[in-house]
T-cell receptor, first 110, second 116 residues
């Protein structure tokens, strides 16, 4: 079955630094979504990527969908303390089912 | 828009009792609702998908008789954990979408279940 792997599992970032989290699927995805979950909170939808090679930006966040539609990345520039949380990717397979990656827990130190 | 609520937010119960969790879409009609389970510091695991007026589709390994799902209307789905045991303690999160699998899912705030 489809597997969605996400790395790293844990990211410790100094405020102001950049970091990237990566998502890889064992099968081709119809689309991929990214969510952010603050500590103690619930997942909040960030963005959906559909097209091969698509790149979308939300302020300091840059989302990319690979050419083969099997991988994706989220890059955050100039990290702020408000970026703390766990970032999940979720890949949608050809049957429409959404499978979540394990998440990248981000800790930001001032 | 697209707000999903869950009730209760936190519940503690004794082993052997049943617990009902409600998931409501407040400002839209949800064709499909999803129930997830999340263990501490782990990802969301899809338990089942329910469409209004029809039986829920359970993921492999999820016991239908243990986790009863009812999607009575386009704005309400309930998850009942029957004869709860300590290993059922978890964070249960529902999500709702307008148009089934392919549409964006909006998540509820979750319910923290602790079984003593």
């Amino acid at each position: 079955g489809q597997q969605v792997m996400q790395i790293p599992q844990y990211q410790h970032v100094q405020e102001g630094e950049d970091f990237t989290t990566y998502c890889n699927s064992s099968t081709t995805l119809s689309n991929i979504q990214w969510y952010k979950q603050r500590p103690g909170g619930h997942p909040v939808f960030l963005i959906q990527l559909v097209k091969s090679g698509e790149v979308k930006k939300q302020k300091r966040l840059t989302f990319q969908f690979g050419e083969a539609k099997k991988n994706s990345s989220l890059h955050i520039t100039a990290t702020q303390t408000t970026d703390v949380g766990t970032y999940f990717c979720a890949g949608r397979d050809s049957w429409g089912k959404l499978q979540f990656g394990a998440g990248t827990q981000v800790v930001v130190t001032p | 828009g697209a707000v999903v609520s869950q009730h209760p937010s936190r519940v503690i119960c004794k082993s052997g009792t049943s617990v009902k969790i409600e998931c409501r879409s407040l400002d839209f009609q949800a064709t499909t609702m999803f129930w997830y389970r999340q263990f501490p510091k782990q990802s969301l695991m899809l338990m089942a998908t329910s469409n209004e007026g029809s039986k829920a589709t359970y993921e492999q390994g999820v016991e239908k008789d243990k986790f009863l799902i009812n999607h009575a209307s386009l704005t309400l789905s309930t998850l009942t954990v029957t004869s709860a045991h300590p290993e059922d303690s978890s964070f249960y999160i529902c999500s709702a979408s307008l148009q089934g699998y392919t549409d964006t899912q909006y998540f509820g705030p979750g319910t923290r279940l602790t079984v003593l």
